[in-house]
């Protein structure tokens, strides 16, 4: 009841070279791929060209932050405005990057999320816990904490638009994927927290897995109850292999 949803978060990688490259062989590949939900959220940079090349196709691009006001005297910012101007229908908000690497905070996560949907732009939020808050025995808290508090703002009619991504901070980058029991664990409890915050519409926010996910191990993931999609860093680089984890079903391993 869930439609998937495969996002490519390629974080401050790639040129238009480059961009062009991925999309002549990742378009034909994943042409068929009717079922799902199909994100690339490139650096800013490359928005607009994307949104040339995918033009005619399924496929939906996404920026990788916002800012929260509409416009101003606020240098190297991009609103929520601007990103709909891009033909941006998604947004990347909390990412853990931006919450470790430049200070931000739930409830500014909160703002950019309210920012996004007054342009109906579908925001990504994105939770996790750090190794150290999983050993403590603190992870589901510690999640928990980042729902209530960076999905504030949002109005239960609003719920639906938004798309809540798990990726535990110790998965990302490091080719250490959390087994799929850990995950469903996890989204499960999320999921739980969304209904009692949002009624019939928590059971239809979809939320993704973040964290090293590869072809090899996004089947597994994607075929437990709660999990409705994948955020990619790294393999979504590579149009083969983000095309194989859009095409998910077809990567059982038997
Ligand atoms: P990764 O990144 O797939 O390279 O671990 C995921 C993310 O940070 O969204």
């Not at 401050?12 to 002549?24: Q, V």
């Not at 209904?195 to 590869?214: D, L, M, P, T």
Request: aromatic share 6%; proline share 4%; glycine share 8%.
């Amino acid at each position: 009841m869930r439609r998937p949803i495969l996002a490519a978060n390629w974080k401050m990688n790639m040129d238009s070279a480059a961009l062009r490259a991925f999309t002549d062989r990742f378009i034909p590949l994943v042409a068929n791929a009717k079922a799902v939900d199909v994100v690339i959220a490139p650096p800013f940079t490359l928005l607009d060209r994307l949104a040339q090349q995918i033009a005619g196709t399924a496929i939906q691009s996404a920026g990788q932050n916002v800012h929260p006001e509409e416009s101003g005297a606020f240098t190297g910012e991009i609103a929520a405005g601007m990103l709909a101007d891009m033909g941006c229908t998604y947004a990347i908000v909390g990412h853990s990057e931006r919450r470790a690497l430049f200070g931000e905070s739930s409830a500014w996560v909160a703002q950019k999320a309210t920012a996004l949907l007054r342009h109906r732009i579908r925001p990504i939020v994105c939770v996790g816990e750090t190794l150290e808050q999983r050993d403590a025995g603190q992870a589901l808290e510690v999640v928990a904490t980042q729902i209530g508090e960076s999905l504030a703002g949002v109005a239960s009619d609003q719920a639906e638009q938004v798309v809540v991504a798990y990726e535990p901070v110790w998965a990302i980058g490091t080719g250490r994927t959390a087994t799929p029991e850990i995950a469903q664990q996890a989204h499960e409890h999320i999921r739980k927290q969304l209904s009692a915050q949002f009624g019939e519409a928590g059971n239809r926010i979809r939320i993704q897995y973040g964290g090293s996910v590869k072809p090899e191990t996004v089947y597994a993931l994607m075929a437990q109850p709660d999990i409705d999609g994948a955020l990619v860093g790294g393999a979504s680089l590579d149009p083969e292999a983000f095309a194989r984890i859009v095409l998910f079903q077809d990567q059982r391993i038997s």
